[in-house]
């Protein structure tokens, strides 16, 4: 805990200094720059320092952490670290550890310490131009190598310095300290291994460690994880935005000054960035409406750890929709998949490379987009009821038997409106219309199967109630937007919505240059013809009695009974409902006065007594001349009684 927290108070330190050379608090002077730059790359000496201290004293208290380990990961990651902290030496870093090396037996932050000191010290030899770090099996060893090349200066034997850390047991011209040697071979000795000098053909120093292979470990294969064996130093560039601003980019740290450094570098790239200093805080500004682009996650955070935000997250969002990259002091095989598998897209390492962070999170939020698009034309509602995250997995054939609620709803007499305007007009026109009407869908946990024109068909795979509840909303919405367009001197405008439930086959059709996402099923024609009904009955919103039944609470709606209705290719009738609470007040309040009335017509007209259920549906039409289901009815009453 005591080297975490000496670790992040150097990190920070590191962060602040970078922020300050990139220009966060404005442009310094070169004087200024200068200082600000040794500051910095002390910070950078005084971290690996201090970790080597600490090592060297408690190293013989230590309990290991031995595990099987990917060799090549750690590696890289040691590489990469020191290619920053040398950037103004001409070096060529190269890790030719093979992708079929064996796991070894190691503790994983004893490792990286040793590689690191190894590395270092080859590093800071003179006149060097390449460090290569090898590795070969050798019996059920495998043994480590980290040369260096083109140096001129002959190294004294190892032997010769491991006593007592003391300064005078280094050759001056070979830049490295006792300390750092006397510690690494304790690390490797404490882990099984043996730690060897000797000098190449131009006497070029080239160290050589001994690590037992893991017992009945699979070859290393870790090529699915998010970090590369083999990661190059990325430019830093600005990610560009889109049209309506800047990308949002959520940071959740318990750190304040980790949060600023964080926030700085992402401000930097032109970023919009929201704070949480803790996951609750986070959870909230989500819940109050916050969809950021992207989520930076730390994992220790007191109360609510990163694992249990980012599960929390992908209840409400998929890792294509909102990508997570997870903060971790950690870089063990084990952990790194534990994060993954809590949702996680992408993990870094502290202490945080900044092209490295500036590179991941360019690239998640570009993949992130893309899938955005791909959602507009195939719903991510759709890919994960086929049992997909990705719509890379879909193919042709797949589908899924569900019982849903399916809504089709369009525009009354919409082709006669369309032949007063342009094409452009027409497309504007149901554009913004269903722009207006379409939110409510989703805001009910539906989603839109297609549009047909003016059409709209919709499908809800939770409960039949929420297709009831989003028909009523986007009825509303039509009210509200037919008093613009009156006061625009537009006629308004009529829609008839039809509701059912039942059994759908959902799958994708067609071939393998073209196929589409479909619903297959009689409850799909019975849906679109209870919609056709509401012209013929004068209503706005028409359900089947399964609907009905599936209703937790029928009292919480205003609704009557239409009749019973033949469907094509059914052998009975079906019983039909008419919801109306989405309609004007005073439409409202008359069905609802005049519903006793209208069902007790109804009920005599199926008894075949029209002349009282004639009397029941004159009484309705006394109160309200417009109702055309009740002058529907009564006219058929005058016929049948003839």
Known sequence: NVQDEQQLLLDEIMGIAQSLLDGAYGQLSKAQKNHIAVIHKSSKRLFKLSIELLDFYINKYCKLDIQPTELRVITNSILELLRDLFEHKNLQLINAITSDIPLVEADTKLLQQILHNLIDSAIKSNNVCVIKVSAKVVGRQLEITVAALNNTIKLEPLEEMFGEPTDDLIPQEFNCTNLDLVTTKQLVELQGGKLYC??????????????????????????????????KMVTTSRTSTTSTGKFTIMVVDDDKISLQVLTKLLTLQNYEVVQATNGMQALEKMEQGLKPDLIILDIMMPRMDGYEVCQKVRESFSANQLPIIM????????????????????????????????????????????????????????????????????????????????????????????????????????????????????????????????????????????????????????????????????????????????????????????????????????????????????STVIFSEKILIELEDPTQYRYRFLGKVPIKGRKDAISVFEAFDGEAPDLIEVKQKTRVDFELGISFYYDRKFVEGSEMFERVLKKNSADKAALLYLERCHKFRK
Request: charged share 20%; proline share 5%.
């Open 327 to 538: 903060l971790t002091a950690k870089e063990q095989p084990s952990d790194l998949v534990e994060g993954l598998s809590y949702g996680a897209n992408d993990y870094l390492v502290k202490p945080i490379n900044r092209s490295e962070l500036v590179a991941r999170v360019k690239a998640h939020i570009q993949l992130a987009q893309v899938n955005t698009a791909y959602s507009r034309f195939v719903p991510n509602e759709f890919i994960r009821l086929l049992g997909h995250e990705s719509i890379l997995d879909v193919k042709l054939g797949d589908h899924v038997k569900r019982e849903m609620a399916i809504l089709f709803s369009d525009i009354r007499s919409f082709t006669t409106l369309s032949e007063q305007m342009s094409p452009e007009e027409n497309f504007a026109f149901i554009n913004s219309y269903l722009k207006m009407v379409v939110p409510a869908i989703r805001n009910h946990k539906g989603f839109i199967d297609k549009y047909i024109g003016d059409a709209v068909m919709a499908v809800f795979p939770e409960q039949a109630e929420d297709a009831l509840r989003a028909a009523i909303a986007m009825q509303k919405q039509v009210l509200r937007y037919n008093c613009d367009r009156v006061a625009n001197g537009e006629v308004p405008i009529a829609i008839g919505t039809g509701i059912h439930v039942g059994s759908l086959m959902l799958g994708t059709v067609g071939e393998e240059q073209r196929m589409e996402e479909t619903v297959i099923s009689d409850a799909v024609n019975v849906a679109s013809r209870l919609e056709g009904l509401t012209k013929i009955f004068g």
């Open 198 to 231: 000797s000098s190449t053909v131009d006497h070029s120093p080239q160290f050589t460690f001994t690590l037992p292979i893991a017992q009945n470990a699979p070859l290393a294969n870790l090529t699915s994880l998010p970090r590369p064996a083999q990661t």
